[in-house]
């Protein structure tokens, strides 16, 4: 969907280098999330926003710091990338309130890889 | 924390023939259960969803079954066409799905012409 963006699509870095994912969506959901896809683990969730400056860790946060300034932006940054931390990364957002759509969204991807 | 178990992890079947992808979770308030597929290269995307009031829900040839009992759910795909070849994602909330979704760790299901 051209409504949640994610950028870089695909990087390359080195260990022990910091790395910022970005993700932007134009629907004005409330909720966002960040995932990582690795094969035999599914989907699990790093960090999730309910709102602009409420964040909360997810499954697997260590290493991993995120911000929510605006609404519609939803960074995550590697501080000091590791090699366990080459990945797919999802961004989502979905809507809140009950009664409201529970459907999360999610971008196309980010495939990092650290070298 | 709430934990999804889904199974089998790959899937093969004819085509037009039926499959079935199980999950199980832990968490007895868990009220929302989407499913989600994720074609090759692409991003997940939700293809259906049932909230612990309704024991099935069906749209065409895909169908969801709950038992809160029992704390497991089910994806039932008819008459399998090729194009349903894909990874299929269970996954379970509180609160209606306006929390985080817990997911399993997927099924790869592949239709053999």
């Known amino acids: 969907d051209a409504g949640i963006t994610q950028s870089p699509r695909y990087k390359i870095t080195e260990t022990g280098r910091q790395v910022t994912l970005m993700c932007h969506q134009t629907w004005s959901h409330s909720y966002m999330f960040w995932y990582r896809q690795d094969l035999g683990h599914g989907l699990r969730l790093i960090y999730y926003s309910a709102a602009a400056d409420i964040t909360d860790k997810g499954e697997v946060p260590d290493g991993y710091v995120v911000s929510r300034s605006k609404t519609e932006n939803f960074p995550l940054t590697l501080e000091s990338a590791t090699r366990s931390q080459t990945s797919v990364y999802f961004c989502?957002?979905?809507?809140?309130?009950?009664?409201?759509?529970?459907?999360?969204?999610f971008g196309p991807g980010t495939r990092l890889t650290v070298l | 924390g709430e934990n999804v178990e889904q199974h089998p992890s790959t899937l093969s079947v004819q085509e037009g023939d039926s499959a079935v992808i199980k999950c199980t979770y832990s968490d007895s308030a868990s009220n929302y259960f989407p499913w989600y597929k994720q074609e090759l290269g692409k991003r997940p995307q939700l293809i259906i969803d049932i909230r612990s009031n309704v024991g099935e829900k069906k749209d065409q040839r895909i169908a969801v079954t709950l038992n809160k009992t029992a704390k497991h759910f089910s994806l039932h795909i008819t008459e399998t066409q090729p194009e349903d070849s894909a990874v299929y994602f269970c996954a379970a909330s509180r609160n209606f799905g306006n929390e985080k979704l817990t997911f399993g760790t997927g099924t790869r299901l592949t239709i053999i012409p």
């Open positions: 989502a957002s979905s809507e809140s309130g009950l009664g409201g759509l529970n459907e999360q969204f």
